[in-house]
């Protein structure tokens, strides 16, 4: 099992900015894909952003040029830099993770609970 926590949201207002932080935790397995998705009401859930083992990033229309994903030096410790807010990026925010057993190699997909960001004046 694979336990995702999420941190990182608030209150800030159009033009400002946020970090949100997601830690993994668990034993035996190995993170293929970390990334961050939201949902807002009434909507369905949508990718933000992601990132490989590897490296690689990837990152939807809406928020492209604004926000960032990184690893951090902790492993298995990714956050979203989140610059330029607007109204629309309102929504809870979800580290979602693709993760392999290293024991049977079966994948799963694990989610946290969510953090809420709300981008008002």
């Known amino acids: 099992q694979v336990q995702l926590v999420e941190s990182g949201g608030g209150l800030v207002q159009p033009g400002g900015s946020l970090r949100l932080s997601c830690a993994a935790s668990?034993?035996?397995?190995?993170?293929?894909?970390i990334g961050w998705y939201r949902q807002a009401p009434g909507s369905e859930r949508e990718l933000v952003a992601n990132?490989?083992?590897?490296?690689?990033?990837g990152y939807g229309d809406s928020v492209k040029g604004r926000f960032t994903i990184s690893r951090g030096n902790a492993k298995n410790t990714v956050y979203l830099q989140m610059n330029a807010l607007k109204p629309e990026d309102t929504a809870v925010y979800y580290c979602g993770a693709h993760a392999q057993s290293t024991i049977t190699w079966r994948g799963k997909d694990y989610w946290g609970r969510g953090t809420q960001v709300t981008v008002s004046s």
């Open positions: 990132m490989t083992a590897g490296g690689i990033t």
């Open positions: 668990g034993s035996a397995f190995r993170i293929s894909v």
